[in-house]
């Protein structure tokens, strides 16, 4: 079935979806646009009036991207120069986040390519400022030699379209497609594959080691967040070990995950409970998106609205409160997990937490989801 097209000014910004290659599914959106005009003047004037500027860019960009999609993560451009600004680019870009409806730990940024210009250490000190505000930086792997790569640990590294059209007939390519694939499994990089064009690509990155990509394959450039994009071709096999498990994956039954700092209070968790009543869990996550602990609704508020337990609980860690996670890969089948929720009897119901391979939290499976639907197949 053909995608849906939509005329738009050429000069309003582009939406590419960033693609799961396991599930076909979305993960997250990235948006192309030109940055604001440069500012005249000496160096300082120019940088403090171009964190205002890329600023308030950057929050036209995420308020149109909302206008049909609000949920998934996103990946907006920034112009590396704004690394000098220091900490009043922080609090300029947080505050107008905030004011958008985004918390700093969904949005990834990825540097322009002017990255190279900059000295080292900037470099490494912006990126690390942008962390501990919560905020994720992405490279491009025609900006940064990989010693700097390893020095500011970014979130995400886009791996250039010329690299990836090569892998069919070029076996260098490969080669460097799978050492960046190692690289960020042992790092907890993100490696990313831009300029997918073909089903093809899509299966020797994924024999390559890659879990997400975009590119013109998914979707042309008319593409709007909220809309199909095409269908990834069917794995060969479900992943390791799985070969003796037929049925579906269990990606099939998994829900977006609601996630937490390490760091935050019960108060917070009871807050996310309290706004959705059908949430079963609570993931706290680490700056790397891996789970440290979970919290299940039912014994959470047993404890925290029970005598005197809003008072004891509420401004103290919620990791206190937080039992080991149950993970199961992405690749493993239904079946499988269900075994996996087998395993304890006093949790047998809690939620499955589903990973990717740099063992990152991908979504949440429900275990009365799986019994009903495996039980009616």
């Known amino acids: 079935m053909p995608l849906p ?24 959106i990235e948006t192309v646009a030109a940055p604001p005009p440069t500012a005249r003047g000496g160096f300082a004037a120019v940088i403090e009036q171009e964190c205002e500027a890329v600023a308030e860019w950057l929050l036209t960009l ?13 990946v907006l451009p920034l112009p590396a120069r704004t690394l000098s600004g220091g900490d009043a680019f922080i609090a300029a870009v947080e505050s107008r986040m905030r004011r ?38 992405g490279f491009g792997t025609a900006m940064v030699r990989p010693d700097l790569m390893i020095d500011a640990t970014p979130f995400l590294v886009r791996i250039d379209p010329q690299i990836v059209s090569g892998l069919a007939t070029d076996q260098r390519h490969v080669t460097v497609v799978e050492g960046l694939a190692r690289i960020g499994r042992g790092s907890g ?34 593409w709007r967040p909220g809309e199909r994009v095409a269908p990834v071709p069917e794995p060969a096999t479900e992943g390791p070990g799985t070969g003796q498990d037929s049925g579906p994956p269990v990606t099939e039954y998994m829900v977006p995950p609601v996630g ?20 079963n869990s609570v993931i706290l996550i680490d700056h790397r998106d891996r789970p440290l602990g979970v919290i299940d609704r039912t014994r959470f508020l047993l404890s925290v609205t029970g005598r005197y337990g809003h008072a004891l609980h509420a401004k103290r860690p919620a990791l206190r409160m937080a039992e080991a996670p149950r ?10 997990a269900l075994r996996v929720a087998g395993q304890d ?18 979504g949440v499976v429900h275990v009365s989801d799986l019994v009903r639907s495996l039980s009616l197949s």
């Not at 962390?131 to 930086?137: L, N, P, V």
């Not at 993970?327 to 499988?336: G, Q, R, Y």
């Open 100 to 137: 958008a409806g985004r918390r700093p730990r969904d949005v990834t940024f990825m540097l322009s390519p002017d990255l190279a210009e900059l000295d080292r250490q900037t470099v490494v000190a912006g990126v690390a400022r942008l962390r501990a505000a919560g905020f994720r930086c």
């Open 5 to 28: 097209t939509h005329r738009r000014p050429a000069a309003g910004p582009r939406y590419l979806p960033i693609v799961d290659l396991d599930s076909g599914s979305v993960v997250a």
């Open 260 to 279: 937490l700092d390490a760091d935050s209070t019960a108060d917070q968790v009871l807050t996310a409970f309290t706004d959705d009543p059908a949430l």
């Open 327 to 336: 993970t199961v890969p992405a690749w493993m089948s239904a079946i499988a």
């Open 345 to 362: 009897n006093e949790r047998v119901y809690d939620d499955l937490i589903v990973t990717n391979d740099y063992a990152q939290v991908f």
């Open 62 to 74: 995420v308020r149109d991207s909302a206008g049909t999609e609000s949920l998934l993560p996103l």
């Open 189 to 222: 990089v993100f490696a990313m594959a831009s300029g997918v064009s073909s089903a093809e690509e899509v299966v020797r990155l994924r024999r390559c080691g890659l879990r997400v990509a975009t590119g013109p394959f998914f979707a042309d450039e008319a």
